[in-house]
C-alpha cells in the first residue's frame, strides 16, 4: 500500500478510507502478506549492502575486514621525527619496491597498493611483496581504478604523500593492448587524483612520467622546457596525458605535484619486459636477441639509468615537495607543480650496452639486427637534469657497467644459469 507522502493530503481523505485501512490491517491473510512482503525487502536490502561491500571483487582483489585495516594502520605508522606517511602505488612494481624499501629503511610509514596484473611474470611482482613484508610493508591488493578502495585507505591512514607508481609501462606493448594504458595511465591516475583531492589532509604527490614524452625531440639534452607534443606511442600520449591532467587537479584544487621522467631505468628486480632483461634471459638461453637499428645504420641509445639513482631522485622529491593547499576538495592556494628528468646524462648504444652484458656472462650474444619497426621506438634519449640538481640535488652515480654488473649478480642469484629456462 503507498501512503502519500504529504500528511494534509492524508487527511483530506473520508473517514471510509480509515475504515478500509483498518479491515485491510485487521485480516489475518493480509498480515500474512505484509510479513512476506517485509522479510523479501529485508532479504533483497541484504543482498544488495553485500553486493556493494563486494565491491572491490569486481577487481578480482580482496580488501576490508578489521584485519585488513589493522595491517594497513601498522603500515603507515611512521618511526622517525617529521616522517612521513606515504601510500606508494605499483609497489610491486620495479621502481615501486625499491622505493618502499628505502622509505621504510629511513622510518617512513609505507602502504603498498598493487593489481598484480600479468603484463610480466607475476611471481616476480610476488617476490618482491615478500621482500616488502619482510620488512613489515603492508601491500594491499587492489586497483587504482577502485575509488572506494582508495577513499577507504585515505580514511584508514591519513597519508602525507603518494607516490604514484602504478602504470601500463613499456613502449612497444601499446600496439597490441592500447585500451590497458588508457585505462591505467588515464582512468587510473584521475582516480588517484579524485581521492587525493578530496582527502583531508591532501597529500602531496609525486608520480611517474616518462622519458618518453619527449618524442620526436632531436635537441640534446633533453630539458624539461623542450617539446613534448610529439609523443611516438600511445604509452608516451598516455604520459604526457598524465602531465596535463596532474597540471589540471595542481590548478584546480591546490594538489602539490611532482611528475618524474624516468629514463630507461634498470637493475636487480627489474623488468623482464625490458631489453636488458630479456638480452640476459635469451644469452643465457642461447637464444637470439633482436638488436634494433635506426636509419641509415644508425645505432639506437638510451641514457640508462640505475635504480638506486632513480630512487634518491624520488626520495628527493617527496622531501622537497611542498604541502598541498587544498582540503575536502576545495583549493585555498596556489600549490606547487614540478617535472624533473631523472636519467644518468650519458646515453649507451644498445649494441654497447649487449657488449657488457657479453662479457658479465661471460657468453656471446647471438645478435640479430634489424631495422628498427615502425612500433613507437625513439632513436635516442639523453637527459639533462640540471632542474633535479638544483632543486634537491640529485646527482647520479652508477654507470651502466656497474649497475648491469649488480643487475646480472642478482639475475644469478635469482633464476640461476639454468633457471632461466623455466621463466615466460
Ligand atoms: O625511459 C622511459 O621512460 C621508458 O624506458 C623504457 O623504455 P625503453 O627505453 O624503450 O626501454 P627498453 O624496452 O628496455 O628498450 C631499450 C632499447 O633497446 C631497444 N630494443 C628493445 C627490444 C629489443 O628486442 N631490441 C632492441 O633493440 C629499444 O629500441 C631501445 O632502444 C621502459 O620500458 C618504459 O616503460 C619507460 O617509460
Redesign the pocket.
Known sequence: MFLPSTPGKFKDKSNGMHRQFYRCFASTSTMFLWALFLVALTAAYLSFQSFVDSGSRYFSTAWGGIQWEKQVRASAQIHRHNGFSVLVTGAAGFVGSHVSLALKKRGDGVVGLDNFNNYYDPSLKRDRKKLLNSQNIFVVEGDINDARMLAKLFEIAPFTHVMHLA?Q????YAMENPQSYVHSNIAGLVNVLETCKNANPQPAIVW??????YGLNEKAPFSESDRTDRPASL??AT?KAGEEITHTYNHIYGLSITGL??????GPWG?P???????TRNILQGKP?????GKNHVE??????YIDDIVKGCLGSLDSAKKSTGSGGKKRGPAQYRIFNL?NTSPVT?PM?VGILEKQLKVKAKKHVIE?PGN??????HANISSARREFGYRPTTDLQSGLRKFVKWYLSYYGYDHGKSVK
Open positions: 602504470a609501462a613499456g613502449v612497444r611517474a612520467s616518462s622519458s618518453s614524452v604509452y608516451a604520459k621522467r624516468f629514463f630507461t631505468v634498470y623488468r619486459d625490458m631489453a636488458y632483461f630479456s638480452f636477441i633482436t638488436i634494433y637499428r639506437l641509445a638510451r641514457d640508462f639509468t636519467g644498445v650496452m628498427m613507437g621506438d625513439v632513436p635516442f634519449t
